[in-house]
């Protein structure tokens, strides 16, 4: 499978296995470890998690997952994310917290979790409205510099955000994970595809397949996209998934889909997106059959 470069020192597969789906399947530690050694055999190396799954269980899961054939740990590359706090009791709420003190202390705790010496890819989760970019930028870099991690970005930034916390850290940003797919434009209407385009950096994309919605969606405003959707799958004999993921990734940002999926076989169906080179007017029957979307 194709390599992308996020960075010189990092590199992920071209689709991305998501992690978060396990815990909450309650797959065993080795099912899930099993799991991992299935894509690496299908050439997906590139995995994606962070501390708010299950709770910080997920982490967890997936160190005793490596912990049970450890040469795993040489073979693939692992994302995190921190910087949201799920209410936990009575008296939490849910909030976010990029305190510099709180980045290294989740970092060190990630790393326990996961049972790895570093992290490949370590991501800022949400916005936060008290971010301190400065403060953010230094801890991050003090993750760095102790080898806890060996690249950071963000995830669901906005431009100007992404750009704010970029000025103050002593590495570029490798990344920012956001969602796309044939349900959501945000990220193209907003700006961020133009800006990580102009940047140079390749997004993580999240929910590239609308969180398997459209399949299930029985609006009457949705049945043009998803007749479209399994039309193209009949021309390019395929699948209407197969069809919606290569969408996404034929976008020139250079978009990277994490796909969630837990299962093989709709997994290895997956991997033949990037091998179906849609047309360019297809691509515009996609877009233009969204309930949302008009070109102008």
Request: hydrophobic share 35%; proline share 5%.
């Amino acid at each position: 499978m194709k390599k992308i470069s996020l960075s010189e020192h990092v590199q992920v597969s071209s689709i991305i296995q998501g992690m978060m789906g396990f815990k909450r399947e309650k797959f065993s530690p080795k099912e899930v470890m099993e799991m991992i050694v299935h894509r690496l055999a299908h050439g997906v190396d590139t995995f994606d998690t962070a501390q708010l799954y299950g709770l910080g269980d997920n982490e967890r899961l997936i160190g005793e997952a490596l912990a049970l054939n450890p040469q795993l740990k040489h073979q693939s590359t692992w994302i995190t994310k921190t910087g949201i706090v799920p209410k936990l009791s009575e008296d939490d709420i849910w909030h976010y917290d990029t305190r510099g003190k709180s980045i290294i202390k989740a970092c060190e705790e990630s790393l326990e979790k996961l049972g790895l010496k570093s992290i490949d890819v370590f991501l800022v989760h949400r916005e936060d409205p008290l971010i301190h970019h400065e403060e953010v930028a230094k801890a991050l870099d003090e993750c760095m510099n102790r080898g806890y991690i060996k690249s950071y970005g963000v995830s669901n930034f906005d431009p100007m955000k992404f750009d704010a916390l970029n000025a103050f850290t002593k590495h570029p940003l490798v990344t920012n994970q956001i969602e796309f797919s044939v349900d959501c434009f945000e990220h193209i209407d907003n700006g961020n595809f133009d800006y990580l385009q102009k940047q140079k950096v390749h997004p993580l994309i999240w929910g590239p397949l609308a969180q398997n919605r459209l399949m299930h969606h029985d609006s009457p405003e949705y049945k043009p996209l998803i007749e479209t959707l399994y039309s193209l799958s009949l021309k390019y004999h395929t699948t209407p998934e197969v069809i919606a993921l290569s969408f996404v990734m034929h976008h020139p940002v250079g978009a990277v889909p994490i796909i969630g999926t837990t299962k093989n076989d709709r997994f290895e169906n997956l991997l033949l997106s990037p091998m179906i080179q849609i047309d360019h007017q297809d691509w515009f029957k996609i877009y233009i059959s969204h309930p949302n979307r008009r070109l102008r």
